[in-house]
């Protein structure tokens, strides 16, 4: 059984609509996590960007506070609001020559995980090698001065994400409510998002997609 067969069994299972369904997609950040919501018709494999957004964390949280942000958003915001039948993450892989704060990310991808639970919504991944084949994206190559190389996939995720949509140079904070550049983390969301319908081969409608429409809705306090 392949991967999106069995998603469509969880779906089923779980009593959901396969001709008209909701994906979460996040991409996974301690300072902000940045989400992709999509319809998607199983059934005749068409999707339609809906909305996409930023979570900002306080700067003054500790890592427990993060995490029930987070926990809170999947359980009320993204369940009663966005109506998600489904969550779909960036895999999340150490780098073991950068272990400082490296538990951070798959703690809170734990959390967004017992939430969904609560919900009875299901969680998978996809790896970022994954999604950015799909995409066709390729990094920028640049050499130090100690000769090593280093990729940089950040601006050209968001030239190629801005190839299809309209993403706003700014967004508002869910934290100060103070418009502040936006961050890769929703670009990267949003290739989490096509990367993945790309994989199982759906048509995607881009036009119509609105932007941090959690703005008034999701508190910028942790409940």
């Given at each position: 059984m392949d991967n999106l067969e069995q998603i469509e069994k969880e779906l089923e299972e779980k009593g959901t609509n396969l001709g008209d369904s909701r994906f979460l997609f996040l991409d996974v950040s301690s300072t902000c996590t940045g989400y992709c919501v999509a319809e998607l018709d199983f059934v005749n494999k068409r999707a339609k960007i809906d909305n996409a957004g930023v979570l900002w964390f306080n700067d003054k949280w500790d890592h427990q506070d993060k995490y029930s942000y987070i926990f809170n958003a999947i359980m009320t915001y993204f369940e009663i609001v966005e109506k998600v039948d489904y969550i779909i993450h960036e895999a999340y892989s150490i780098n073991m020559k950068q272990r400082s704060g490296i538990m951070v990310v798959p703690e809170m991808i734990g959390?967004?995980?017992?939430?969904?639970?609560?919900?009875?919504?299901?969680?998978?991944?996809?790896?970022?090698?994954?999604?950015?084949?799909?995409?066709?994206?390729?990094?920028?190559?640049?050499?130090?001065?100690?000769?090593k190389k280093t990729r940089d996939y950040k601006n050209p995720t968001k030239q190629k994400i801005l190839e299809l949509l309209d993403v706003p140079e700014k967004s508002v904070s869910n934290i100060t409510n103070n418009e502040r550049t936006t961050p890769s983390d929703m670009y990267d969301a949003l290739g989490v998002c096509l990367g993945w319908l790309e994989q199982y081969g759906f048509k995607v409608k881009y036009k119509g997609c609105k932007f941090n429409t959690h703005i008034g809705t999701l508190e910028g306090e942790k409940q």
């Open positions: 959390a967004i995980k017992v939430g969904a639970a609560e919900n009875n919504t299901k969680v998978s991944s996809i790896t970022p090698q994954t999604w950015r084949k799909q995409l066709e994206i390729k990094p920028d190559v640049t050499i130090g001065k100690d000769g």
